[in-house]
């Protein structure tokens, strides 16, 4: 009797024990990696489970894992005449269910003749046509790295080649301006989604409205992107918005420092197969007033995501999508006439920002090899910045002033269809209409009356077509061909650019990869419709050309350990058609702000981009990872004047160190401790130096054009530092967080200004660092 009360106890323990440690469920999606087909009855195993927790998925490729203790896991993925896929990081929580999208490649011999090392996810990208320079982005990611701050764009200045700046979200990739990237959502190209956008430079802004609750992995590309990305110079974010839970209602609330956001997500009705995804968020940057510069102080904004997924039995996937911001920020001028040590002190602005992006897409399976996708998206960005200025008689005049917006209406198809295992092909089309409205006026020199540089509206039309084929002649054997063509009806300026790709998977642990492609961009619409009094009043820039590029990149993989990977990659890029001014150093690959430019453009401009990108990274694996990053790279341009110089983004070098661990605790090991940090060392930013005397006569900064760009500032050395602690109970999660961004202090480097107060010339500098600390939970 003792015995049996003895093991009715132990029993009723471990129950109880069981019951208390949170658990959740895993979802996914088993598609055809080139088709998109969904892939019914593939082995799914959960990796580290003991005993192993596995199942198969079914007819229409989902698969369910139940009662899955919180933690970390690997997912593997295979099925019969596919290679295998590894799902490495795969996060499960007590609040939410994780989803996970797997793709899977079919083999071209017998499995029997070659035995096929899995695909881990984080090697790849996204896009199976893209052979080298390309990244998959990972949401968990973004929430982990130390200077991250849920950003894609400052996430991906941790990857090799790429340089950005703290108080802008800007990167520069292989030495290009940040204005050459483009950013794309749920497939169509969309205006830069940051807060305060194109204020401090074109194509970056502060933070993103880009909600890591809403994100699905994405892709990054830095150079010689396949033959469907058109538009775009330097690189490529190709984000996805992930589906909502189609199954339960789930809930996330967060406060920081730096703003509130709230987000929900679950099934339309209980038992359907369609969802919703949503995600605002609201600005508390008052509670940094004392962090930030004297002119941010009054920023505010806010955002708006969602996703509607609507699956169908047979009339396709039907998905309606949309992302806008809105923002403010401005300064007040001081009436105090012995308190001006600067000219911004006298100027008082008010900044008026918004951007849009919706659209309606629909997926449609006409069988198993070949898959339409159209998506009908309208795009809006808008601008409302005022400067004013005052005078000795502390009259307040206008300065400046930019009112512009711009609607696209965006027709996106492609049919991508699989021939076979050896050969899949992806064709397609956009058409975008640009409707435009512009005015933009600035006063040269400052107190005189603004003239109008920019006054037009009306509408354009830039259409593209493209075709990527990828050929696999072998397992380890890949070519990638395509085309793409565009067509700029504004002036009938046309391009046609070959992409061209080969990979050869020379060992399970090593691969070779060669690309070239041809790429271009169109410049801003402004600078289209420059005219002035100089100029004539003619617009003197409409035939303007796009800008062009030839990319070549060589790349190197190598798989140390199971859990190690070192890549290499050596490129050069060739940039050419460039917008100059005929006899001067100016150049556009140097153009970061200047919205009131009103000169006489012509396309004689190049540049030249080469360096070498290291990679080494160990993923998280028994609670711990690293990623290190480092680049050598000259970038050099040809002015009007034909002579070349260093760009104003030639760094030479930039190197990155991510730390990581992570710590199970609590009673069950439920409890996860982060401990991040992020060291960045990179070359001082080039500069031009000051003419003193002239600027001490005229008390304004006046420049030695002569020597454009033929400083360099010390290096930079930035610190960034992420400490989390999540409690994973029953149904709900807690996560206190604290990311401090720019821990150094390091001052971003802004030019110079004359010190009226002084009489001498100082540095703008300006130092911001950012610590949020926030709190998140879900139910």
Not at 389 to 406: C, E, F, I
Not at 651 to 668: F, I, V
Not at 727 to 749: I, M, P, S, W
Request: with cysteine; hydrophobic share 35%; glycine share 8%.
């Amino acid at each position: 009797m003792r015995k049996i009360l003895t093991i009715n106890f132990l029993l009723a323990y471990c129950v109880l024990a069981m019951a208390q440690q949170p658990s959740q469920t895993i979802r996914g999606k088993v598609v055809d990696e080139a088709s998109g087909a969904p892939i019914p009855y593939a082995m799914v195993v959960l990796l580290n489970t003991d005993p192993l927790m596995g199942t198969t998925t079914d007819p229409a490729g989902y698969f369910t894992l139940d009662k899955v203790p919180v933690g970390r896991y690997d997912l593997r993925v295979s099925y019969l005449g596919y290679e295998p896929a590894l799902i490495r990081e795969l996060v499960v929580s007590s609040s939410k269910e994780a989803f996970v999208n797997v793709s899977i490649r079919e083999s071209i011999t017998k499995l029997a003749d070659v035995v096929i090392k899995p695909k881990v996810n984080k090697e790849e990208p996204r896009n199976s046509m893209a052979t080298v320079s390309a990244r998959m982005l990972s949401v968990e990611e973004a929430k982990r790295y130390a200077g991250g701050f849920d950003d894609p764009a400052r996430l991906a200045s941790a990857f090799a080649g790429v340089a950005s700046n703290v108080a802008s979200n800007g990167i520069v990739v292989r030495g290009n301006a940040p204005k050459f990237l483009q950013w794309k959502l749920e497939g169509v190209e969309i205006p830069n989604p940051n807060h305060f956008a194109d204020l401090s430079a074109f194509g970056g802004g502060g933070l993103t409205a880009l909600s890591s609750q809403m994100l699905a992995n994405s892709d990054f590309f830095t150079g010689a992107f396949p033959a469907e990305y058109s538009n775009a110079l330097s690189g490529v974010f190709d984000i996805f918005m992930r589906n909502g839970n189609s199954r339960k209602r789930e809930h996330t609330f967060q406060l920081g420092a730096i703003g509130i956001d709230g987000s929900s997500e679950g099934p339309f009705r209980k038992g359907g197969r369609s969802s919703y995804l949503f995600n605002y968020r609201y600005s508390t940057l008052a509670l940094m007033k004392s962090l930030l510069p004297e002119e941010a102080q009054g920023t505010s904004y806010q955002d708006l995501s969602f996703k509607l997924y609507f699956p169908t039995k047979k009339a396709g996937i039907f998905s309606v999508w949309g992302l806008g911001l809105k923002d403010r920020s401005g300064q007040a001028a001081q009436p105090d006439s012995a308190q001006w040590r600067y000219a911004q002190n006298r100027e008082e602005a008010d900044a008026k920002q918004y951007m849009g992006a919706g659209g309606i897409s629909h997926d449609y399976f006409f069988s198993a090899r070949a898959h339409l996708k159209t998506t009908l998206a309208a795009t809006v960005s808008g601008l409302d910045w005022r400067i004013k200025r005052l005078d000795n008689q502390l009259a307040l005049l206008p300065q400046s002033q930019n009112n512009t917006s711009t609607w696209n209406m965006v027709l996106s198809s492609s049919l991508t269809t699989k021939f076979s295992p050896k050969h899949t092909n992806k064709t397609g089309i956009v058409l975008t209409g640009l409707r435009y409205n512009m005015l933009l006026k600035d006063a040269r020199p400052a107190g005189q009356v603004p003239l109008t540089v920019v006054d037009e509206a009306g509408f354009s039309t830039l259409l593209t077509a493209y075709s990527s084929s990828a050929f696999r002649f072998t397992d380890r054997f890949t070519l990638n061909l395509g085309i793409n063509a565009q067509l700029f009806t504004l002036n009938n300026r046309h391009t046609l650019e070959p992409r061209v790709g080969l990979k050869w998977q020379r060992t399970e642990k090593q691969y070779w990869g060669l690309a070239y492609g041809r790429h271009s961009r169109l410049e801003r619409l402004n600078y289209y419709f420059a005219r002035t009094s100089h100029t004539d009043n003619q617009l003197v820039n409409r035939d303007m050309d796009f800008t062009k590029a030839h990319h070549l990149v060589l790349s190197y993989g190598l798989n140390l350990t199971e859990n190690m990977l070192l890549k290499i990659e050596p490129y050069y890029q060739y940039l050419y058609s460039v917008p100059v001014i005929a006899g001067s150093p100016f150049s556009f690959i140097n153009l970061t702000n200047q919205w009131y430019l009103n000169d006489r453009l012509v396309n004689t401009g190049k540049g030249k981009n080469h360096g070498i990108d290291i990679t080494l990274e160990r993923y998280l694996a028994r609670g711990y990872y690293f990623l290190f990053t480092t680049s050598l790279f000259r970038s050099e341009y040809l002015g009007g004047d034909g002579v070349w110089r260093s760009t104003l983004f030639n760094r030479r070098y930039l190197s990155n160190l991510l730390l990581g661990k992570e710590w199970q605790t609590g009673k069950n090991q439920q409890n996860v401790v982060g401990l991040n940090t992020r060291f960045t060392l990179q070359g001082g930013e080039p500069y031009t130096p000051v003419n003193r005397a002239a600027s001490l006569a005229t008390k304004e900064i006046v420049t030695d054009e002569e020597q454009l760009y033929s400083r360099q500032l010390p290096p930079a050395f930035l610190v960034h530092f992420t400490a989390s602690y999540k409690l994973n109970r029953q149904k709900v999660a807690h996560e206190f967080a604290l990311k401090v961004l720019n821990a150094t202090q390091y001052g971003d480097f802004y030019g110079f200004r004359y010190n009226f107060q002084d009489h001498t010339i100082d540095e703008y500098r300006e130092a911001i660092m950012i610590p949020n600390i926030s709190y998140k939970i879900e139910f």
